[in-house]
């Protein structure tokens, strides 16, 4: 779902890097996605532990163990994202893209590497409200940027479209 | 159009005065015929004694008594069943030589179809028809067996540029929701920046183009 900009201002922001306002919603959204996952997993436990207590109760682990599993749940659903396209569904809800900076792809070690980050210290976002260039301390430690990106529709119009090997980026052959 | 154009309206190797011939010779035949059933009719009944076949207006006065009986009624009819076999038999001599002989193109050639189309009022005939009953005809699913299915999604697939039609066509209404919601960040975004930068004594915009080795050869 990536609607073609008609503003100019969006077509002209595409493959800029994206605001702290931006990156902030699609957190939310992300966190939301998140919680419903553990959700679900919280039901799916219940359900295998109703087989042999054949007493069906969700509720919500204090053991030790549970903040590692929910660590563990954030950052494979970001590092998922952000390898495969550098998108997490928050992400593409808001229309934005996660991107080295020099506008390469994420290889999944460095998406992965962010994701970690992302969970060890969730408020270094809020430096993209600070830095000249929008970039968080995640972004300045793994070298990445966050630009706004509607989809192939967008980039087609905004005259960015990534299609195009740059030189930068075509595998040196031979 | 086609090579074999012979022969104008009608074909002249079999002369009408021949067909005649044979009708009157089969009449002929017929009468002779009923004569001879009647003969031998006649002589099993002493009654009457009329050998000429033309006496209908005899017969009523000797049809009074009981004993005349089958003979007398069928010598009565006898004309009108005489007449009758003639012109079967003449009709079916000559119906088929006739019916023969006419050219059915030459006929049709005269006939103005477009004149005789434009006199159909084919509104009235449609709305005689039934469509469902028409419908309940056909075997839509033999129908559909017969098409290449497969083959036509993949040309339809060729002209038209999928990814565009899904995104133009699944999004609808949610999609200007959500370019709304992504233009309203992107101005949330702007708005913060230059608040934070006027904080700051920054003079200079922020920089948000992406470093691209490409971008500068």
């Given amino acids: 779902v990536s609607p073609k900009p008609h503003d100019p201002r969006a077509i002209a922001l595409q493959e800029r890097r994206a605001g702290v306002v931006s ?3 699609a957190l939310a959204v992300d966190v939301v996605v998140i919680i419903l996952l553990g959700v679900v997993l919280m039901v799916v436990v219940a359900a295998i532990r109703a087989l042999f207590t054949e007493e069906f109760v969700v509720e919500v682990s204090r053991d030790l163990w549970s903040g590692p599993i929910a660590a563990l749940i954030a950052i494979a659903y970001m590092g998922y994202g952000w390898g495969l396209n550098g998108r997490t569904p928050g992400m593409v809800a808001l229309g934005l893209r996660v991107v080295r900076a020099d506008g390469r792809d994420l290889t999944p070690l460095r998406a992965l590497v962010r994701a970690v980050l992302y969970v060890v210290f969730l408020p270094g976002i809020l430096w993209a409200a600070v830095s000249r260039r929008n970039a968080s301390i995640q972004d300045l430690i793994v070298g990445t940027a966050v630009v706004y ?16 090997p ?3 980026r075509s595998e ?3 | 159009m086609s090579a074999c154009q012979d022969g104008p309206d009608v074909e002249t190797d079999k002369p009408l005065p021949g067909v005649a011939a044979d009708g009157a010779r089969m009449v002929a035949d017929g009468l002779m015929s009923r004569l001879l059933d009647l003969a ?15 006496a209908p207006a005899a017969a009523p006065a000797v049809v009074g008594e009981s004993d005349g009986g089958g003979a007398i009624r069928s010598l009565v009819s006898l004309p009108s069943r005489v007449a009758a076999d003639a012109a079967g038999a ?3 001599a000559v119906v088929p030589r006739v019916v023969d002989r006419i050219d059915v193109n030459a006929l049709l050639a005269k006939v103005d179809v477009d004149a005789l189309v434009a006199r159909v009022d084919v509104d009235r005939i449609l709305d005689s028809i039934d469509p469902n ?4 005809r056909v075997d839509v699913d033999e129908l559909i067996g017969r098409v290449d299915v497969g083959a036509v999604a993949e040309e339809a697939l060729e002209a038209v540029d999928i990814g565009d039609l899904i995104q133009e066509s699944t999004a609808g ?15 949330a975004d702007d708005f913060l920046a230059r608040i934070v930068d006027r904080v700051l004594f920054r003079k200079r915009p922020r920089d948000t183009a992406l470093a691209r080795p490409d971008a500068t050869p």
Avoid: F, K
């Fill in chain 1, 23 to 25: 990156r902030l919603l």
């Fill in chain 1, 172 to 174: 040196p052959s031979g």
């Fill in chain 2, 173 to 187: 209404i949610g999609t200007e929701a959500l370019e709304a919601v992504r233009l309203q960040s992107m101005r």
């Fill in chain 2, 90 to 92: 003449v009709a079916g």
């Fill in chain 2, 133 to 136: 009953r028409l419908l309940d």
């Fill in chain 2, 40 to 54: 031998e009719a006649l002589q099993t009944e002493p009654a009457s004694s009329g050998d000429t076949p033309q």
């Fill in chain 1, 149 to 164: 990106d509607w989809g192939p529709a967008a980039a087609r119009v905004a005259g960015t479209s990534r299609s195009e």
């Fill in chain 1, 166 to 168: 740059s030189p930068a």
